[in-house]
């Protein structure tokens, strides 16, 4: 690797994170340039401009949720504890995920947030999800609970403990609530009228 290609990776490694840590709005290229030590003329030589950066740093993120899918399908049996097991694996990719959800006013980050929550669900996350609960819906439907509970579930997410015990009970915590929800009946009168 040229010296030139090992400042792109800093700055995409150094870049990811700041935008993981403190979101796309707070991205500077004067605090980066210091971080890894390159002079910010080297920023606009690989990326032209700040947009630019941030689409190959959400480029970077499809392909590490991409290996996380894989390595989900092929570790996780049981979506207690293996699911939270693994994500306490990626602390870096999980907060920038974090962060697509809490900017997803933005299109982009939201296509990208539902893209790769998808993209899990489908790789391997639903069918645990469904065996760990007992749930006998729809695909449809049970991905529309699983983003439910998700959404609910970046929203209380603490990005300071990342801990696999923590982000379970979280998960455990929001599932009785839906589960509750879902005993009352009011969860099957609302797929009837939605079937009419």
């Known amino acids: 690797m040229s010296v030139s290609q090992g400042f792109k990776q800093k700055w995409f490694e150094k870049g990811y994170e700041h935008f993981a840590f403190y979101g796309p709005k707070n991205l500077s290229i004067n605090k980066l340039s210091q971080e890894i ?46 699911l939270y097991l693994l994500l306490e694996q990626y602390p870096i990719p999980l907060k920038f995920s974090r962060q697509l959800f809490i900017n997803r006013n933005n299109p982009v980050y939201n296509y990208l947030f539902v893209k790769t929550y998808y993209a899990s669900a489908k790789a391997f996350v639903l069918k645990l999800f469904s065996k760990q609960f007992d ?15 998700g959404e609910s579930w970046y929203s209380r997410l603490d990005p ?11 998960a455990e915590e929001i599932m009785n609530s839906v589960l509750k929800f879902i005993s009352t009946g009011l969860y099957s009168k609302m797929q009837k009228s939605k079937e009419k």
């Not at 030589?45 to 630019?52: E, K, L, S, W």
């Not at 941030?54 to 996380?68: A, C, G, T, V």
């Not at 300071?160 to 979280?170: D, G, P």
């Open 37 to 82: 030590g390159s002079p910010r003329a080297s920023f606009y030589h690989h990326f032209g401009d700040m947009q630019t950066f941030i689409n190959e740093l959400l480029d970077m993120h499809w392909q590490i949720s991409q290996k996380f899918d894989s390595i989900g399908a092929q570790e996780c049996k049981k979506f207690f504890p293996d």
């Open 135 to 149: 749930l006998h819906h729809r695909d449809e439907d049970t991905y529309n609970l699983w983003l439910t509970v």
């Open 160 to 170: 300071n403990n990342l801990s696999a015990v923590k982000m379970q009970q979280l």
